[in-house]
């Protein structure tokens, strides 16, 4: 196989991926006050990162343009978010 036809490929794969981002609109309908982190992530796959204070703890999925956020007390969730979606 050709180093463009591997590349043409590693492109596509990347557009895929991106285009299937879990960080929409039917995801956030899906979460719900009470689920657990593990939960959460079952949905939307690992967050982009976590801040924790004093037990809570606040979880970004997405980016500035487009994200999900979600409250922790412990491992339940408290507080949902959205930033953009669609």
Do not use: H
């Amino acid at each position: 196989m050709s180093f463009l036809r591997l590349l043409m490929l590693a492109v596509l794969a990347l557009f895929v991926a991106a285009c299937s981002s879990k960080v929409n609109l039917e995801n956030y309908g899906r979460l719900k006050s009470g689920q657990s982190f593990e939960e959460i992530v079952a949905v939307l796959g690992q967050p982009t990162r976590c801040d924790e204070t004093l037990g809570f703890r606040q979880c970004l999925w997405g980016d500035d343009s487009r994200a999900i956020k979600v409250g922790f007390a412990g491992n339940v969730a408290l507080t949902l978010s959205a930033i953009n979606l669609k």
